[in-house]
């Protein structure tokens, strides 16, 4: 294709996506629209199957038998949007396991809250309160996104997840209206989890690489700034509620904005987690490595297993 | 309060919270995504028998004791689990010979408590059969593939067979409880379905090439509340919340 | 990396209810059509969605290529004939 014809496609992909038209996996894209979509739609994947580990890490201690229920039924849930996300993904080309082996060898990111420990039992509640809160505001406007196996994949999600971030709240409000040492325990996980979920919401404006071109392809509907505004406004409130404090003693409402203002985020540490140098980043990967090493003769197993049966059935057949 | 009707609903939802334990170690940590869901689907399936029949135990006991008090207060010789479900999730194919050879019985156990004339256990019964059956299907089907997978999972899978293969007759062990409910009517005659399922076990084995354990000694114990050194870790884990704060609502 | 290959990729369509067709849900991926159908009922039923599933191996799927739907979509555009309001009946006939 020439120069021209590419740049005469480009032109009607562009004013595709803003005339709201969907764009699916074998139509015409741009190699960097494709390039983009992957990397953040198994960014989105990765991060879901990593999220299940600080998680999956309560399940045998969940304090009775309704929370463990809820807790496993949601770290399935966890699994299967990384498996929807992961199938969204396998229609630009590229394959699970291609994936899984970037996400292994460190060549792909996630979501870098999940490099925190969840060390008590109101971390359950922390996380699905205030991460999947946060997710969930980042997720919302995905269901629109031009892209459609993501965003059938992430109506999906966000269906599902809607269970999520109430379970976390009730796990909040039970510890808030019971002994002072659980309510204790449910302020020092906000305390922990706070600073995190707000970094989740990705580095500010001025210094996100992604946030112009993703806007256009509809991949991104606000910047990073004005959802981490969004999420503080509408969780202050939620934490009152609680009678809990949220750890910044800037944290101020403002009259005129309508919003609250809040102090400094702390990005040396934003970037040395994402970096790879959080409290958790090598236990994750090892947990993930781990099991899909151990997996590898199961997997390959079932495919021989298959295969003769496969082999059988054909030969009785001749 | 009915203490054998009690002890006789213990023994088997303790099955069914040991096994989900043991599974519930597994989420996030299978084969692969579509692996960890199935298993991850089978505990929810037991956690939820387990509820059912705690919640009916409650009612008996009939001192205000929770599903929750019953699941994770009790001393480690007070759970009568068998010594199968116990059993470490030492690689897939333990997990999976497990739930095969517990399946099988589980199966068949509800299939006749179905006919209790206990009308809540009858009922618990009808659900989890559904529940049981799926699940069977799905540890046969993972017992084929693994024995006629590969040589190394068949010789993995015969490992597993072989190791676990003597905590199945205790499958078929009969309590004081067991022989008090099936005098009235209410209890499964478990002695009964000890044929039916080793002829079972053994064809669908025999399809996966596994050879079937042929040995004379079997461990048994866990039904009176001796068990494998396994099980206080996995109390440890189970009540670890409720004995660090006690008597505090989640 | 595995020796033998991967478990392929299967696409997977749920009746939600009878009466209804089997409409395509997502995909995953399994060694067997046997497997298929099992990691379908839990990844894509476990909220009660549906009352049947067929799975199909992704590969035996030929679709239609984007760059064609001109030949292949636009002459229906303008074959009005097809739809009812193409006739024009006396708005006093009634039943039609």
């Known amino acids: 294709m020439s120069e021209e014809q590419i740049k005469s496609l480009e032109k009607q992909f562009n004013e595709r996506i803003e005339r709201d038209e969907k764009i699916e996996p074998k139509d015409w894209m741009p190699e960097k629209y494709r390039k983009t979509h992957i990397r953040q739609i198994s960014q989105h994947a990765h991060s879901e199957i990593v999220g299940m580990l600080p998680e999956g890490n309560w399940i045998t201690r969940a304090p009775s038998l309704r929370r463990k229920v809820a807790l496993l039924a949601k770290v399935q849930d966890e699994a299967?949007?990384?498996?929807?996300?992961?199938?969204?993904?396998?229609?630009l080309g590229v394959s699970r396991n291609e994936l899984y082996e970037q996400l292994h060898t460190g060549k792909a990111k996630y979501s870098s809250i999940f490099n925190y420990p969840a060390l008590t039992w109101a971390d359950m509640g922390a996380i699905g309160w205030l991460v999947d809160g946060a997710a969930i505001i980042n997720q919302v406007p995905l269901c629109n996104t031009s892209y459609g196996p993501y965003a059938r994949a992430m109506i999906r999600v966000c269906k599902e997840e809607s269970f999520h971030q109430r379970q976390g709240f009730e796990i909040m409000l039970k510890l808030c209206n019971g002994t002072p040492e659980q309510k204790e325990m449910a302020q020092d996980a906000l305390n922990r989890w706070w600073w995190p979920s707000l970094m989740m919401l990705g580095p500010t404006d001025d210094k996100s690489v992604h946030t112009e071109q993703s806007m256009k392809w509809k991949l991104k509907r606000k910047t990073n700034d004005e959802l981490r505004q969004q999420f503080i406004d509408q969780t202050v409130p939620q934490a009152d509620v609680l009678g809990l404090t949220i750890p910044d003693s800037d944290l101020?409402?403002?009259?005129?904005?309508?919003?609250?203002?809040?102090?400094?985020?702390?990005?040396?540490?934003?970037?040395?987690?994402?970096?790879?140098?959080?409290?958790?980043?090598?236990e994750r990967m090892k947990a993930r490595v781990g099991a899909w090493q151990r997996g590898e003769w199961v997997r390959d197993a079932a495919m021989a297993y298959a295969d003769k049966k496969q082999a059988e059935k054909e030969k009785q057949a001749v | 309060m009915n203490n054998n009707l009690y002890n006789y609903i213990l023994g088997i939802a303790d099955n069914s919270l040991i096994l989900g334990q043991r599974l519930g170690e597994l989420t996030g940590h299978g084969p692969s995504l579509e692996t960890d869901i199935a298993c991850t689907n089978i505990s929810l399936d037991l956690f939820g028998q387990v509820r059912s029949y705690f919640q009916y135990a409650g009612k008996i006991a009939g001192d205000g004791r929770s599903e929750d008090d019953i699941a994770m207060l009790r001393k480690e010789r007070d759970y009568k689990n068998v010594l199968l479900v116990e059993q470490p999730n030492t690689n897939f194919a333990y997990t999976i010979a497990r739930q095969f050879l517990f399946d099988a019985y589980h199966l068949a156990f509800l299939g006749e408590l179905q006919k209790s004339t206990d009308l809540t256990l009858s009922a618990i019964a009808n659900k989890c059969v559904k529940e049981v059956s799926y699940h069977e299907r799905f540890s046969s089907d993972w017992v084929k593939r693994l024995g006629d997978?590969?040589?190394?999972?068949?010789?993995?899978?015969?490992?597993?067979?072989?190791?676990?293969?003597?905590y199945t007759d205790e499958l078929f062990h009969q309590t004081e409880a067991d022989k008090a409910m099936v005098e009235e009517g209410i209890g499964v005659d478990i002695t009964q379905l000890k044929d039916n399922y080793y002829k079972y076990v053994s064809e669908v084995l025999?399809?996966?090439?596994?050879?079937?354990?042929?040995?004379?000694?079997?461990?048994?114990?866990?039904?009176?509340g001796i068990h494998t050194e396994h099980l206080g870790y996995i109390l440890a884990e189970l009540q670890y919340m409720q004995r660090a704060y006690p008597n505090m609502e989640w | 990396m595995s020796k033998i290959k991967n478990?392929?990729?299967?696409?997977?369509?749920?009746?939600?209810?009878?009466?209804?067709?089997?409409?395509?849900?997502?995909?995953?991926?399994?060694?067997?059509?046997?497997?298929?159908?099992?990691?379908?009922?839990?990844?894509?039923?476990?909220?009660?969605?549906?009352?049947?599933?067929?799975?199909?191996?992704?590969?035996?799927?030929t679709a239609s290529n984007p760059e064609n739907n001109g030949e292949l979509f636009e002459p229906a555009q303008d074959k009005v004939y097809r739809h009812p309001t193409f006739y024009d009946v006396p708005d006093e006939v009634k039943h039609m």
């Open chain 1, 80 to 91: 299967g949007h990384g498996l929807y996300l992961y199938s969204a993904c396998e229609t």
């Open chain 3, 7 to 61: 478990w392929p990729l299967w696409e997977i369509f749920v009746r939600s209810k009878n009466g209804l067709e089997h409409r395509h849900f997502g995909s995953l991926h399994a060694a067997d059509a046997e497997m298929a159908l099992e990691n379908a009922r839990d990844v894509y039923t476990r909220r009660n969605e549906g009352v049947s599933i067929w799975v199909v191996e992704s590969k035996h799927i």
């Open chain 2, 149 to 166: 997978g590969t040589e190394e999972s068949h010789q993995k899978m015969q490992n597993a067979i072989d190791d676990l293969w003597t």
């Open chain 2, 206 to 224: 025999e399809e996966a090439t596994i050879e079937v354990p042929d040995i004379k000694y079997f461990q048994k114990g866990g039904k009176q």
């Open chain 1, 252 to 282: 101020k409402w403002n009259e005129e904005r309508q919003s609250y203002d809040f102090g400094e985020i702390d990005w040396d540490e934003f970037w040395q987690v994402v970096k790879g140098h959080g409290p958790m980043n090598k």
